[in-house]
């Protein structure tokens, strides 16, 4: 039997459909009735009044009906007629603001069991970090990695490999973020790596070994000609010390009104994958003594809540003034929840299947300002949406199988895990940008 686990509705969103042409499942509108008054047994003035009223008003209802089932026909007819334009616009159902179809909302949906899953093994993929292979660091339990995101009215399709190498071919894909945004690029390499028959022809172009601590990673894909980019960039603001004149609580600043000084390599690239958030808490700024600066002044009475929405804004509008979103297609991924027990992060209770509740986790201050930030701009972003399908994942994390054992997480996620997940929403998106189906033709008929 397929369990599955429900995501509680905590967004007001609209968003689109995330099928191809092939799949797409547009309700048939329904007809217009329209009643006629039954026989009357008596004649009386009131009655000849209304009759006259109802009759007077049929044509003007009739015209009325026809008007809306012409709008309704003529929307399903673009649908389609021109499949490949509303792919491009419509990113397969991944969430966009500038849109008002309400099709098919591919974050609201549940995990079921999947056998198909996972879609590659990390001991075998040399850019997955050994920290996030829990089952090489010794976790015993595979069912976390046999979970798949169903959305309620649509289907996330599967990729075909070889059409997303070809999609890449000449391309750059720079993910910028944290750890969270680095884990989703090792997923996508160790995804892209099973479609190439040559292993060696794919290297870190700084012949680096895959850490945290480095703040540049590259890997190219030579058969291909395209490289899989991460800048790491948390705050993704500009970080700095401060001089021993500044206030005694005062180490270092995150200068709001300032995006990362490395924001000039992240230009030319084909598509952009943002994220920020695990670091915008107490732990990691004011208890490590780092406050905000705007300016030249310092503002230690500024909360992280609205140091987060100043330093989107600053991002936002480098976007605006800086990227060609002609050129380049621009993603934001939400805030992605944790599953720590207590506030204090000691202690970590991975479970052995999803929870059937999101105990409040599938809500965050920062996924809603991300929300209230991009929906204002004046170019097109799309924005991954991930923190609701995240809530029920406490069995993902890498709790004791990372490469220290001794301090648990249940922050990260393991690899394979949850983050092929959104590489697939991702994907989904790009192939039906670039109008490339998502699976192959003998895939095209089974799912048919």
Not at 40 to 49: D, H, I, K, M
Not at 50 to 69: D, M, Q, T
Request: glycine share 6%; with cysteine; aromatic share 14%.
């Amino acid at each position: 039997m397929v369990n599955n686990f429900s995501r509680s509705t905590s967004f007001n969103r609209r968003a689109l459909n995330v099928e191809s042409p092939r799949f797409l499942s547009i309700a048939t509108p329904r007809a217009l009735n329209v009643l006629s008054p039954k026989p009357l047994g008596f004649t009386s003035p009131r009655v000849y009044y209304r009759l006259g009223c109802v009759s007077r008003l049929f044509p003007v209802l009739i015209l009325i009906g026809a008007l809306i089932s012409f709008i309704i026909v003529l929307g399903g007819g673009y649908m389609y007629v021109l499949p490949s334009l509303s792919q491009a616009f419509l990113g397969y159902g991944v969430l966009k603001f500038d849109d008002s179809s309400n099709i098919c909302d591919v974050f609201d949906g549940s995990w079921v069991v999947d056998d198909g899953y996972p879609l590659y093994n990390a001991s075998e993929c040399p850019f997955a970090e050994q920290g996030f292979n829990c089952l090489g660091n010794g976790r015993k339990d595979k069912d976390y990695l046999k979970w798949r995101w169903k959305p309620k009215y649509c289907d996330i399709p599967r990729f075909n490999v070889h059409n997303i190498l070809e999609t890449f071919r000449d391309k750059r894909i720079v993910f910028v973020g944290d750890s969270m945004s680095r884990t989703q690029w090792e997923s996508l390499i160790c995804l892209l790596m099973t479609g190439v028959e040559d292993k060696k022809s794919v290297y870190e172009v700084n012949g680096n070994k895959i850490t945290k601590r480095i703040r540049f990673l590259g890997v190219h894909f030579s058969s291909f000609n395209f490289t899989v980019e991460f800048f790491r960039s948390v705050f993704l603001v500009q970080h700095g010390w401060m001089s021993r004149h500044a206030p005694k609580r005062v180490r270092s600043t995150l200068k709001l009104d300032k995006l990362d000084d490395v924001s000039n390599e992240w230009i030319n690239a084909d598509v952009l994958i943002f994220n920020t958030g695990q670091w915008w808490v107490p732990g990691k700024l004011f208890e490590t003594g780092c406050y905000f600066q705007v300016g030249n002044s310092i503002k230690l009475g500024m909360s992280i809540p609205a140091a987060f929405r100043m330093a989107l804004g600053t991002w936002a509008s480098w976007i605006e003034n800086t990227i060609d979103t002609n050129r380049t297609l621009v993603f934001f991924r939400t805030f992605e929840p944790s599953h720590w027990s207590e506030k204090s992060r000691r202690f970590c209770n991975v479970t052995q299947n999803p929870l059937s509740e999101t105990e409040g986790r599938d809500q965050s201050i920062l996924s809603e300002t991300t929300f209230e930030v991009i929906k204002n701009m004046t170019v097109p972003i799309t924005v991954l949406q991930v923190t609701s399908m995240l809530a029920f994942r406490r069995d993902a994390h890498v709790g004791r199988w990372s490469d220290n054992p001794s301090v648990p997480d249940c922050s990260h996620w393991c690899l394979p895990g949850v983050p092929d997940v959104w590489n697939e929403i991702f994907l989904s998106y790009l192939l039906g940008y670039y109008g490339l189906p998502a699976v192959n033709g003998d895939e095209l008929d089974e799912q048919a």
